[in-house]
Structures are given as structure tokens and as C-alpha cells.
């Protein structure tokens, strides 16, 4: 079993940034893939980056590329996000899985935290 915890979201205006980690705790020793997903109201699930925890390749949704930097330099993964914009608001989930390659599809994913709540406003 496999246990992940969010934190760092908060109320920001327009233009600024925050930083959410994810903390792994339970059977972490054979997770490959660890991913970033936001959901806001009415809307679906996105996957917006992914890392993997060997060699550290990352992928990037569009709405996010150049934006948010995903990394984890050693347990804990982060998510830095600068230029938030109103569209950013959402709550962000952390999820991890143990497949070999994994993408952006939330299918992809076995394990995921509670999530943590992003507010963007100007």
C-alpha cells in the first residue's frame, strides 16, 4: 500500500507562485512514475507533469508547459508553479504507480492523495 500526502496550496493572485509537495509513505520502493493532476469544478481530471522517479524524465501538459516545473530530488516530489493564472485554480492531486512508463491519463495511476486546494484570483 502506498500513502500520499498534498500540501502547499493556498490563495494566490494572478502572476504568482506556490509550491506543492507530496510526501510517499507505505511500499514506495519499487514506485517508477509519480504524476501531478488538478481537477476543478465541473470539469475532468488533468494531468498536467510526471516524473519519473529513475532518471527523472518529466512530460508536461500544454496549459502548464514552461510554467511549472515538476522534480523530486529525493523523496518528496514537488511541483513548483510560477505565472498562475485564474485557470490554474483547481484542486491539485499527487499519484504514483509502479508501471514501468506511465503518461498523463489518470487511468495510468493506482494511488493518489487527497488532494490540495489551489485559488487563483487578481
Known amino acids: 500500500q502506498v500513502e500520499l500526502v498534498e500540501s502547499g496550496g493556498g490563495s494566490v493572485q494572478t502572476g504568482g507562485s506556490l509550491r506543492l509537495s507530496c510526501s510517499p509513505s507505505g511500499n514506495t520502493y519499487d514506485i517508477y512514475c509519480m504524476g501531478w493532476f488538478r481537477q476543478a469544478p465541473g470539469k475532468e481530471r488533468e494531468g498536467i507533469a510526471r516524473i519519473y522517479r529513475r532518471g527523472g524524465s518529466t512530460t508536461y501538459a500544454d496549459s502548464v508547459k514552461g510554467r511549472f516545473i515538476v522534480s523530486q530530488p529525493e523523496h518528496t516530489l514537488f511541483l513548483q508553479m510560477n505565472s498562475l493564472k485564474s485557470e490554474d485554480t483547481a484542486m491539485y492531486y499527487c499519484?504514483?504507480?509502479?508501471?514501468?512508463?506511465?503518461?498523463?491519463?489518470?487511468?495510468?495511476?493506482?494511488?493518489w492523495g487527497q488532494g490540495t486546494q489551489v485559488t487563483v484570483s487578481s
Open positions: 499519484a504514483a504507480d509502479r508501471r514501468l512508463n506511465c503518461s498523463l491519463r489518470p487511468g495510468d495511476f493506482a494511488y
